[in-house]
């Protein structure tokens, strides 16, 4: 059954130094997508990297990058230059295309940075 | 631009009462979704729509029911309201293929 797997309830970092958060995943459908949202203690749901299956390149936006090892189905989160913004909960998705339109989501990483 | 609205932010509620979530985009995205968010827990799918008229469950639909009238509006009512329905409720709409879910603020939501 498709599942996504966090196994980090918690992580902490200092200001400028990088993060990795993992992220596996299962899933039998061949066509799907990998998504990290952000949840700040305020609430919302924040998008902010995509990889899809049948991409070459790792995902990267600004200072988050993916580092999708497909054969290993793993996808984890890295964030270069910590900043005291980024503590917040971070959760893995998933959408199988075939499957259906739909994200899947682990149970989140908390992720705190300090100073 | 203001992207997908819920209302109201939160709520109490007592056993046995009803109540309609609301959520609206103005996206013109066929695609929307209801979440749940339990404490310190991932989001779980309630029920999703693909298109005016058309709606199916998700993984946790006891309790609730939906309905899909128009494009931009898709509310979450609750019937009768019980205590493990406590909880953050998020709505989110997308386009299909690789497009991100665009998620609503939440209703934050506790029955007494």
């Known amino acids: 059954a498709q599942k996504i797997t966090q196994t980090q309830p918690g992580m902490f970092v200092q200001e400028k130094e990088a993060v990795t958060l993992d992220c596996t995943y299962d899933?039998?459908?061949?066509?799907?997508?990998l998504f990290w949202y952000k949840q700040p203690s305020s609430g919302e749901m924040i998008f902010l990297i995509y990889q899809g299956s049948y991409d070459q390149q790792n995902a990267t936006e600004g200072r988050y990058s993916l580092n999708f090892q497909k054969a290993r189905k793993s996808a984890n989160l890295v964030i270069s230059a910590s900043q005291l913004g980024d503590s917040a909960m971070y959760f893995c998705a998933m959408r199988e295309y075939q499957a259906g339109t739909a994200l899947i989501f682990g149970k989140g990483t908390t992720l705190s940075v300090s100073s | 631009n203001a992207g997908v609205t819920q209302t109201p932010k939160f709520r109490i509620l007592k056993i046995g009462q009803s109540m309609t979530l609301q959520c609206t985009q103005d996206?013109?995205?066929?695609?929307m979704y209801w979440y749940r968010q339990d404490p310190g827990m991932g989001l779980k799918l309630i029920y999703y729509?693909?298109?005016?008229?058309?709606?199916d469950k998700g993984e946790v639909p006891n309790g609730y029911n939906v309905s899909r009238s128009t494009t931009e509006d898709f509310p979450l009512r609750l019937e009768l309201a019980a205590p493990s329905q406590t909880s953050v409720y998020f709505c989110a709409s997308t386009e299909p293929g690789d497009q991100p879910q665009h998620f609503g603020d939440g209703t934050r939501l506790s029955i007494l």
């Open positions: 729509s693909v298109g005016a008229g058309i709606t």
């Open positions: 899933t039998s459908d061949p066509s799907y997508g």
């Open positions: 996206m013109n995205h066929n695609y």
